[in-house]
């Protein structure tokens, strides 16, 4: 095991009613922006608990934060909040909504073009954030990463700052989200937890049994979770796999991968197609392609979570890959690149962005262009 340091200093508030502890988490005297994405926390009584929990507080509203954040929204947040001198930040959504947020927190504190922090690539003097997740995917609200667009570029950036201060997690939120965003949250936790797991065996037990145990949950309780009538256990077993499989916890002094998220963001950036959606495409090209270097860990993750143990080591690899891609089609979710009208052009895109970059994706670093588009022909 590597040498690491772990410290994630945000508080888990977990559980149904637990919006209306906001009063007593956030100080009185702070000057509050809340940020919202479109209109769902309405419909679904989110907003309605938010306001009310802080009945009688100085705040003022944010709407807009739309799926992958855009730098030129946000813009508009930062200057709002710079008006009313606030002070405070409460981001009431999903993973964009949180990850936008980060944005702000650092635009706040900035005199410059937030896009300038996005290029840096992090900035850790902020303005406080405090989260209430309406949707599980991202993690993002307990980690220190934003991934930011910039539509007028064509351009998907991560970007760090600070965690959160605390999250407030009620599972009853999710109950009334589409299917396909559920199956896109299941799909983002599932490779969240690969990006860190399949690499190469013999690192950590531990982290391996507890990457193993967050598979494991999230295939459980898919099914239910994209049922007609999804029960609080199967949402809380969900929503909180969400998060553990982006705090840090499942990675503490081991080697990760991360390819296939560096070039999902290029397709969302290319083609809008969401997060989790472009995950469960490239993340079978990544495997196929890159079989021989994660031979062993696709021989353990399919005996552990597939029950694959029976036929030659390369016919073991090939049934845990195919079972893979199975289970996102599952999810109702495209597994193969021409499902969504992408083709060569992208691909090239996307190769001549990575060399532009001179970036090495991957636990052996041996992810640039080139590899990237063998990796996108083999979603094809």
Known sequence: MNNFVYHNPTKLVFGKGQIARLAELIPAEKHVMITFGGGSVKRNGVYEQVVNALAGR?????W????????????KAIALGKEHKVDFLLAVGGGSVVDGTKLISAGLMYDGDAWDLVLKGSYNKTVPLATVLTMSATG???NNGA??????TKEKYAFYSN???????DPETL???????????LADTFVHVLEQYMTTTGQSRLMDRWSEGILHTVVETAPQALSDKPDYDTMSEYMLSATLALNDMIRMGVSQDWATHMIGHELTALHGLTHG??????INGTLRVLRDQKHAKLLQYGERIWG????SEEERIDRTIARTEEFFRSLGLSTHLAEEGIGEATIAEVERRFNAQGVHYGEAGNVDGAMARRILEACL
């Open 58 to 62: 100085d705040f003022v509203e944010f």
């Open 64 to 75: 807009g934060i739309e799926p992958n954040p855009s730098v030129e929204t946000l813009r």
């Open 140 to 142: 993002s609200e307990m």
């Open 147 to 152: 991934v930011i667009s910039r539509y007028e």
């Open 163 to 169: 965690y959160p201060v605390f999250s407030i997690l």
């Open 175 to 185: 109950f009334s989200l589409p299917k396909r965003q559920i199956a896109c949250g």
């Open 277 to 282: 959606a472009t995950l469960a495409i490239v």
């Open 308 to 311: 694959i143990t029976g036929g």
